[in-house]
């Protein structure tokens, strides 16, 4: 259920925020166009489409699980992570495992395989960082890894507030 929340009831963005946001979307632009895409995946030796690392990312961050749930973090539609993920098993990287919750559901976890292209992929991106930020100080680098962990754990709260909210918003009221 979208939010009924419209731009006009939002408090304006400081400078400051107007700023990280801009840096943001041209950071995203740069780390997901598609020669970027390919100078990563070369270097790796994983030759996977953008969508297949994203879910190998994701599933390495906090796997096993449940297809429904990976579309969810993902922000897609479950059939494209139901085709990667078949994509993906079939190459050897991921396999299906019972849920232990509920034995009809399935759960998807990396292999030995696709923990190696993972950590293949990952050494890669972070070498070419490496390169980029080479003229940072180590305090400097400390200090960016500090906020922009603190940054993702601030944006995750809120999505988690925003979603239970929503879920509150649709509950079905109930008399007593």
Known sequence: MPSTQSLSDLPDASPEVVDIERALTRVTYLSTRSRQHERLIALAGVPLDRAAVALLRQIADSEPLRPGELAQRLGVEASHVTRTVQQLQKAGYVSRVPDPADRRAQRIQLTDAGREAVGRIRD????????????????????M????????????????????????????LTTG
């Open 145 to 172: 890894a500090t906020l922009f962990h603190r940054m993702v754990d601030d944006f995750l709260a809120y999505t988690i507030e925003e979603d239970s909210g929503r879920e509150a918003d649709a509950a079905p």
């Open 124 to 143: 890669a991106g972070a070498r070419g960082m490496q390169l980029a930020l080479a003229g940072w100080r180590p305090e400097e680098l400390r200090q």
